[in-house]
Antibody, heavy 114, light 112 residues
Framework: EVQLLESGGGLVQPGGSLRLSCAAS????????MIWVRQAPGKGLEWVST???????YYAGSVKGRFTISRDTSKNTLYLQMNSLRAEDTAVYYC????????WGQGTQVTVSS | DGVMTQSPLSLPVTLGQPASISCRSS???????????LNWFQQRPGQSPRRLIY???NRDSGVPDRFSGSGSGTDFTLNISRVETEDVGVYYC?????????FGQGTKLEIK
């Protein structure tokens, strides 16, 4: 059974940093693209970043240069390093599998506020 | 960036009646491999999104057959043949052809 479990969210001040993790199980992690999607309070879904099976990375313009996606295949874990956080980064962050997002995690809340 | 435009944004439906959601892309979603990467997601209240349909018309495992997807190029539709209580939530289309990936604004389905 495919499972994705996000962690690492919390309250951080503007300008601060946070690293999100997504623990994957039930499939060959290294063979799949992995994605981060976020949802601001009361808003729709926004694609944030993708890392493909060859570790090529892609970013939304709103986070490029501030966020870094990576993976550790020995730990079956996906990461999102978030720097220079802004109030508008406040959202639930979901990880998902494959370019077409076939499985999703339960999400982790990130709140950027002073 | 490509824009995905859904309509309607609010969809009140009587139980047992059909429902239809439109999704239009500002650019063709046909990829160089010949596939069209248009997906539909359902987000029930308080839950994570769940994929219903991939590549326009392919239903995911466990998705009831009252859900169907159709369309081509830039115009796509999600149909629900007979709405049930468990279908309440927000529906999103998403294109997986171009970078950056983009979602529609979401359509909120409620029971009338």
């Amino acid at each position: 059974e495919v499972q994705l479990l996000e962690s690492g969210g919390g309250l951080v001040q503007p300008g601060g940093s946070l690293r999100l993790s997504c623990a994957a199980s039930g499939f060959t992690f290294s063979s799949y693209a992995m994605i981060w999607v976020r949802q601001a309070p009361g808003k729709g879904l926004e694609w944030v970043s993708t890392i493909n099976s060859g570790d090529v990375t892609y970013y939304a313009g709103s986070v490029k240069g501030r966020f870094t996606i990576s993976r550790d295949t020995s730990k079956n874990t996906l990461y999102l390093q978030m720097n220079s956080l802004r109030a508008e980064d406040t959202a639930v962050y979901y990880c998902a599998r494959t370019h077409q997002l076939d499985y999703w995690g339960q999400g982790t809340q990130v709140t950027v506020s002073s | 960036d490509g824009v995905m435009t859904q309509s309607p944004l609010s969809l009140p439906v009587t139980l047992g009646q059909p429902a239809s959601i439109s999704c239009r892309s500002s650019q063709s979603l046909v990829y160089s491999d010949g596939n069209t990467y248009l997906n539909w997601f359902q987000q029930r209240p308080g839950q994570s999104p769940r994929r219903l349909i991939y590549k326009v018309s392919n239903r995911d495992s466990g998705v009831p057959d009252r859900f169907s997807g159709s369309g081509s190029g830039t115009d796509f539709t999600l149909n629900i043949s007979r709405v049930e209580t468990e279908d309440v939530g927000v529906y999103y289309c998403m294109q997986g052809t171009h970078w950056p990936r983009t979602f529609g604004q979401g359509t909120k389905l409620e029971i009338k």
